[in-house]
């Protein structure tokens, strides 16, 4: 594996780290202090965690990238607009379906997405180098 692979992937996971965070904190205030249904704060957690993905990713974890601003936020919405899906549908079935609750449905799919799904659209093709 090229190092440089190896560097931009541990440069993504602590911004993923980072964003899940934010997107987590968001998801738990939402639901426990503020009473928002878990779906809906799912997808505004995810909302959260994206943009502050987006930030750290762009002038961080993929300094590199030959893609300018407003081409990488078309392609990060549609990239972003795919996972919240993912996210806030596996979330739901889960949770409603599988009998799991919210914050262990929302870990299970945030380590599901982020492996096979984010970080490699946003290497190869939002960041692409």
């Known amino acids: 594996m090229k190092k440089a692979l190896i560097i931009s992937f541990l ?14 904190f968001v998801l738990i205030i939402l639901t426990e202090l503020f009473n928002v249904w878990y779906v809906a704060s ?38 972003s607009a795919g996972s919240l899906v993912l996210n806030t549908l596996f979330v739901y079935l889960l949770t409603d379906f599988g009998g799991v609750t919210y914050s262990i449905s929302k870990i299970i799919t ?4 982020a492996i096979f799904y984010n970080f490699t659209l946003q290497k190869y093709y939002v960041f692409k180098q």
């Open 11 to 24: 440069r993504y996971q602590v911004a993923a780290i980072i964003a899940t965070m934010v997107d987590f």
């Open 42 to 79: 799912t997808a505004i957690g995810a909302f959260c965690g994206a943009l502050t993905n987006f930030i750290i990713c762009r002038y961080w974890a993929f300094v590199n990238s030959s893609n300018n601003l407003s081409n990488q936020i078309v392609k990060y919405t549609l990239v």
């Open 110 to 113: 945030a380590i599901f997405i």
